[in-house]
């Protein structure tokens, strides 16, 4: 019998080559699709302990204050999920065309998640957080071509793929609060923001003390990407970083 797990994606930073921000993030969060009812309660006590009310949508950017923001990121560390982060240097970027960038890049993304599956013997129910120009048509088709020079997606991994609105599912707001607070560690560059990442480092896709080639993946490789590579020294309080 099959594991399954349920993947929900979402994205933080703006997609332009040379305008916007530095850099664009897509972030997977992966959960035992046996667990997800359960971890997707978490949400609610958030927004519960936020004073929500539970059928408003959570939102990193609508947050105001480092306690709550906290408070978000150690239940998320107390959580039975794994995180891939795929991290884009947009100004380093010299040869994609920018209307280009989010479904070239993915696949950087989607290849962890199969090489995840892969090693749970698993299955990956995969939920996109809905944006102006994505289509499922051609996101099925990218990823089932036969030809992929750069990536290893091996789609056998990948039962179902929908684009669904955030407001529909608890855990692409979750989604969306370790996008955008690693979007926000690397924009402000202080260990202030760093202890976000920091507090659910070991739910970050990690090997042998490798995060760059898996959870915190940097493309392009020639990126200096100061800010990432300091975040890394911080949460690790290791010197030496792991080649990409």
């Not at 850099?23 to 971890?39: G, H, N, P, R």
């Not at 609610?44 to 949508?57: A, G, H, P, T, V």
């Not at 707001?173 to 955008?180: E, H, M, P, R, T």
Request: a positive charge; one cysteine or more.
């Amino acid at each position: 019998m099959e594991n399954e797990y349920n993947v929900y994606i979402d994205e933080a930073g703006d997609e332009g080559i040379n305008k916007g921000s530095k850099y664009f993030i897509l972030t997977a969060l992966i959960v035992d699709k046996s667990k997800d009812i359960e971890i997707s309660k978490n949400v609610d006590i958030i927004k519960q302990n936020l004073e929500m009310n539970i059928k408003d949508q959570l939102h990193w950017k609508q947050l105001k204050g480092m306690p709550n923001k906290n408070m978000i990121m150690d239940i998320i560390g107390n959580l039975d999920v794994l995180i891939i982060n795929v991290i884009v240097d947009t100004k380093s970027i010299k040869i994609i065309p920018s209307n280009n960038i989010y479904n070239y890049f993915s696949g950087y993304l989607y290849e962890r998640i199969c090489w995840y599956m892969k090693e749970k013997s698993g299955k990956a129910n995969i939920s996109i957080s809905s944006r102006g120009n994505l289509s499922k048509k051609n996101l099925s088709e990218y990823l089932n071509r036969k030809n992929h020079k750069k990536f290893n997606i091996d789609v056998q991994y990948i039962k179902s793929i929908k684009i669904i609105p955030n407001e529909r599912k608890r855990l692409l707001q979750l989604a969306d609060c370790c996008c955008s607070a690693l979007f926000q560690a690397l924009k402000y560059n202080n260990n202030i923001h760093f202890n976000y990442i920091k507090k659910i480092k070991d739910k970050i896709y990690c090997k042998n003390n490798n995060y760059l080639s898996y959870g915190l993946k940097l493309v392009p490789s020639s990126s200096q990407a100061i800010e990432l590579k300091s975040l890394i020294i911080y949460i690790t309080k290791k010197r030496e970083l792991s080649p990409a």
